[in-house]
């Protein structure tokens, strides 16, 4: 039987509202690393497309990038 997690769905839109916005402000080279670290896979069929992703910490999103700091991948604050 598999597990269910539920999540805030506010907290995902804010979360992924403040990713974009940090995504679109960098530089294509660095947008297409990102992607390439988040989507592991892509299955594109018949019946619509498969997207399966990495879940990775922030840690390991800063080791990947070059050990950028952390505060280039926090949420921006307005």
Known sequence: MRGYTRYDVDIVQGALQRFARFFNRIALSLQVQIIGLLIREVLVRKEGI?????????SDFQRALGGKKRSHLAPMRH
């Open 50 to 58: 498969d997207v399966k992703t990495h879940e990775l910490a922030i």
